[in-house]
């Protein structure tokens, strides 16, 4: 995302607020697809039963 902004904005903002104080919230962000996929797959996975041995 810095890297977008500092070719369309200019390269400045890689002294920005954003560039310096910015990590946490864009790793925040990057967890929501993340586990959006997570969830999907978990969801589509088949379970079986336990053989019974008896």
Request: positive net charge.
């Amino acid at each position: 995302m810095i890297a977008v902004l500092c070719v369309n904005v200019g390269p400045q903002m890689i002294h920005s607020v954003i560039h310096r104080r910015g990590g946490p919230l864009f790793f925040a962000l990057s967890l929501v697809p993340l586990l959006l996929l997570l969830a999907w797959l978990h969801k589509g996975e088949v379970r079986t039963r336990p053989v019974k041995l008896s």
